[in-house]
């Protein structure tokens, strides 16, 4: 019976992800209580702002009490609303107006108020103009918007190149004073995100699946490597960065910056560990040719010989699989099991994706 590796050409599925959130049930409830659509958010929160469950769920709340204030003066105020911004240090929403007699208005309402120069009509109307004029732009503005902290809107330019601007604003015919020209590090790029299953090519010819993402990038199969990595858009994404084929089936690859990975299968599975599932238990694998297909884990530690060469150590599984489905994910419920290697008509088999993280000093990410 022939054994080949899996390799070859189709596409990929969507995402759709979700999480619990992480702390006390007092915590949890008090997320549900204020009608949040994603638990995920006070845990993340608390991460990248700093915060303690507490204080991100008073956050959120009085977030939401200051959105609800906004649409409430933006209305009442009409044409001489300013704009509006979240005050972090006050816990207070700030408001601008064009009318110094609708201060005590604002003042009254709970809110913030500050006397600026325009209203939040002229500065979309600016940005309006700039809309239209978009295509006469130098390639050396990367975008405008309005800024309501600064009651402006803010054009964006590389480093060095603002002396482009006075003929763009000219050419559009808008309020000089109104705008505010803001050098930016870089130009911005579209983000796309590394997902276990989704497809990837190598050399822009063969194509394999994505195992695992892992810090900086993914795990997948050996004998996919090396070369120059594109995503399943075709868009650049990296290279391998550790091949290990045979006697090994894994390999590592490093996607440049604008490839996150993700700790989730493209089917939307979320990836929480690497626990081992034992000989018998069910397993799923996603794959770029066949896509969601599941079994039962098979016999471990099996040693085979392909006509490339012989990979010890693997998994073998029932689950159906074809060309094109190399290094996709295998997953018992959430926990990570391996990379598809190869298999026949009967079989197929998975390289430990334990031993791939330690060999390359990867660590998963979780979803």
């Known amino acids: 019976m022939k054994i080949t590796k899996l390799l070859g050409t189709a596409a990929t599925a ?55 204030l906004e649409q409430s003066l933006a209305s009442a ?31 009254a309402s709970g809110a913030e108020a500050e006397l600026v120069r325009f209203s939040a009509a002229q500065l979309d109307s600016t940005v309006d103009k700039l809309n239209a004029g978009e295509r006469a732009a130098d390639g050396a503005i990367t975008g405008w918007g309005v800024d309501t902290k600064t009651n402006r809107v803010t054009l964006n330019v590389l480093p060095g190149k603002s002396g482009v601007v006075d003929s ?3 050419k559009t015919g808008v309020d000089k004073t109104a705008v505010s020209v803001v050098e930016t ?3 911005p790029t579209l983000k796309y995100d590394v997902r276990g299953g989704d497809a990837y090519y190598i050399n822009n010819s063969s194509r394999c699946s994505i195992g695992f993402s892992v810090n900086g990038g993914f795990l997948t199969a050996g004998h996919c490597g090396p070369g120059t990595v594109t995503g399943s858009n075709r868009v650049a994404m990296g290279s391998f960065s550790r091949v290990s084929f045979p006697n090994n089936d894994y390999a590592s690859v490093r996607v440049n910056s604008n490839w996150t990975p993700r700790g989730v299968i493209n089917n939307g599975t979320r990836v929480s560990g690497s626990n081992v ?12 040719t066949t896509g969601w297909t599941c079994g039962t884990v098979g016999a471990k530690n099996q040693t085979v ?39 026949n008509s009967s079989v197929t088999y998975f390289f430990p994706v334990r031993p791939a993280l330690s060999a390359t000093g990867t660590s998963l990410v979780l979803g």
Do not use: W
């Open 14 to 68: 969507a995402l759709a992800t979700g999480a619990l959130v992480t702390g006390t049930p007092a915590a949890a409830s008090s997320v549900s209580s204020i009608g949040l659509l994603n638990t995920e958010m006070v845990p993340a929160l608390q991460r990248d702002l700093g915060l303690t469950a507490d204080q991100a769920l008073a956050r959120i709340q009085s977030e939401t009490a200051a959105g609800t």
């Open 77 to 107: 105020l009409a044409g001489s609303f300013g704009g509006a911004s979240y005050n972090e240090a006050t816990g207070k929403l700030r408001v601008g107006v064009t009318d110094a007699a609708k201060l005590g208005q604002v003042l």
């Open 168 to 170: 763009y604003l000219e």
């Open 185 to 187: 590090s870089s130009a």
């Open 277 to 288: 599932a034992a000989t018998g238990a069910s397993v799923c694998k996603s794959g770029s």
């Open 305 to 343: 010989r392909y006509a490339e060469g012989t990979v010890y150590g693997m998994t073998a599984t029932n689950v159906r699989s074809q060309a094109g489905d190399s290094g996709g994910s295998f997953i018992a419920g959430n926990q990570a099991q391996g990379m598809l290697s190869g298999g």
